[in-house]
Each structure stands twice: as structure tokens, then as C-alpha cells.
């Protein structure tokens, strides 16, 4: 019982220690963690409170790995108890925790901060409606986005079904962009819907591109309903 019972002291002894060095030394924002879209800029801002000023800290920042991989990051003195960071120019690398450690005499006090950078997902193409497309004509529909296209994952959906490559369906640049040839207005008119995923920082967005005209459209849509109904209706005659 009796080495259970010190090492249990020992445990919450060397916990209450910790606890109070993080209040000694304060990480600004307060808000845990720090959340921005790459490519904007991020500062920490790390102190030290009145309780251990009369002497002097020694202050670091650092990070796993290391602290400055992405060549983003610069660490600025403030002041004797102050001491910066910024991150210019983010991007999702500069994601992770990042720990001020300030020493004063033998004693290391320690906070720490998360940042998550993440993709901001923008589409090039903002074109939204394609209204008539004549017969026979092959039309682009682009989900290209301003991220780097090796990092994305598009994923093509029509009337909730995914769209692969084939038939009249060719798809360039990775999946971001989807050719539709020999455009026939009654069976290819309606909605087309692209969902981007970058994979590494788990963002994502969608979009939906509607060709033809409207009367199309809805040609298309109750040709769909249809379909799907008498799809339903033979499924429940003839599968028994
Ligand atoms: C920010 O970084 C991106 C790549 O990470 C680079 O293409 C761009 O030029 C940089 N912008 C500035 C203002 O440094
Ligand atoms: C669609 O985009 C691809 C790749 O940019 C291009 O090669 C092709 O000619 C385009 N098709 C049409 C119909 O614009």
C-alpha cells in the first residue's frame, strides 16, 4: 500500500506544479486555440506575471519539430517580461502547439498555445449558371480553387448520385474540372454539384452549377423523379 500511496502524493504533488506555472506565465489571445485561414498573420504574445519579476526571466518560445520549419515565424522581445510571436503569411504547416517557456534562477515556467491554420477553400470560377447550352456542344464546368490542386479531392455529384469518368464525362486537372460532351439539353440540363476536400487541413466546400434554361431544368428534374419512382415501382414488382 504504501508505495502506491507515495507515488499518488508524488503524482498530485508534481501536478500542482504545473498548474501553477501556467498561471505565472500568460499566452495572448486568451482564447484556446487560435483558428485562421492560411495566409493570414498570427502573433502570440507571451508573459510573464508580477509575481516573478523581481528578477530577470530567460524566455523561449518552442515547438515540436522545431520552430520555424515553414520560414513564417519570428520571435520578437517585447520587453524584459514580454516576449512575441509572428507568424506571417501562415500556412497549414505553421499548425501546432507552441510552448513559452520562461526560466527564472533554476525554475521553468511553461504555457502553451494551439494554432490551427487552415485551407481556405475559394472556387476560381464564381460562375454559377451556364443558361442555354446548345446541342451537340461540350461545355467545362470548373471547381478549380486556389489551394495547390495536388492537395484536393473533388468529388462530382448529380441528382445525389457521385459522377464518374466515362461515357460523356471527362474529367481534367485532377477531378477540379468536369467536361460534358455532346450536351443533349434533355437529359444533361440541371444541377451539377463539386465538393472539394483538402485533405491534410480537413476543409472542405461545395458548389452547384445548374446548365440550361430553366424549363430544361425542371425537363430534367421530373424526367429524374420519374426515373427513381419507376426504378422504386420494378424494384418492388419483380424482386420477389
Ligand atoms: C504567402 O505564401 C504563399 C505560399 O505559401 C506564397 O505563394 C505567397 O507569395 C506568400 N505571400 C506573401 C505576401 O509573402
Ligand atoms: C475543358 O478544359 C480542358 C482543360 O483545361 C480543356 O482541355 C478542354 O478543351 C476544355 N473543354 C471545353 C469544352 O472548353
Known amino acids: 500500500m504504501a508505495p502506491i500511496f507515495a507515488s499518488l502524493l508524488f503524482f498530485s504533488f508534481f501536478c500542482g506544479i504545473i498548474a501553477e506555472e501556467e498561471n505565472i506565465i500568460q499566452i495572448s489571445p486568451s482564447v484556446n486555440p487560435v483558428q485562421k485561414p492560411a495566409g493570414h ?34 520571435v520578437k522581445k517585447l520587453d524584459d517580461y514580454t516576449l512575441g510571436l509572428i507568424i506571417r503569411n501562415s500556412s497549414v504547416e505553421d499548425s501546432g502547439v507552441y510552448y513559452c517557456h520562461a526560466q527564472v534562477g533554476s ?14 477553400i475559394v472556387f476560381r470560377d464564381k460562375q454559377l449558371q451556364f443558361g442555354q447550352i446548345l446541342a451537340t456542344a461540350s461545355v467545362n464546368i470548373s471547381c478549380e480553387v486556389s489551394t495547390k490542386k495536388d ?34 439539353p434533355e437529359q444533361d440540363a440541371g444541377q451539377y454539384t463539386c465538393e472539394v ?5 480537413g476543409s472542405s466546400n461545395t458548389k452547384t452549377v445548374t446548365l440550361g434554361t430553366v424549363g430544361e431544368k425542371n425537363y430534367v428534374a421530373c424526367q429524374q423523379m420519374c426515373n427513381s419512382f419507376c426504378t422504386d415501382i420494378h424494384h418492388k414488382m419483380f424482386s420477389n
Open 151 to 184: 492537395n484536393v479531392i473533388t468529388y462530382w455529384t448529380r441528382h445525389g448520385k457521385q459522377l464518374l469518368e466515362g461515357g460523356k464525362h471527362k474529367f481534367y486537372k485532377g477531378g477540379a474540372i468536369l467536361e460534358i460532351q455532346n450536351y443533349q
Open 41 to 74: 498573420q498570427i502573433s502570440l504574445v507571451c508573459s510573464v506575471k508580477n509575481e516573478i519579476r523581481n528578477e530577470k526571466p530567460g524566455m523561449i518560445w518552442k515547438k515540436h519539430g522545431g520552430l520555424d520549419v515553414t520560414g513564417n515565424v519570428e
Open 197 to 201: 476536400f483538402h485533405v491534410s487541413s
Open 107 to 120: 525554475k521553468v515556467y511553461m504555457n502553451k498555445m494551439d494554432v490551427i491554420v487552415f485551407e481556405d
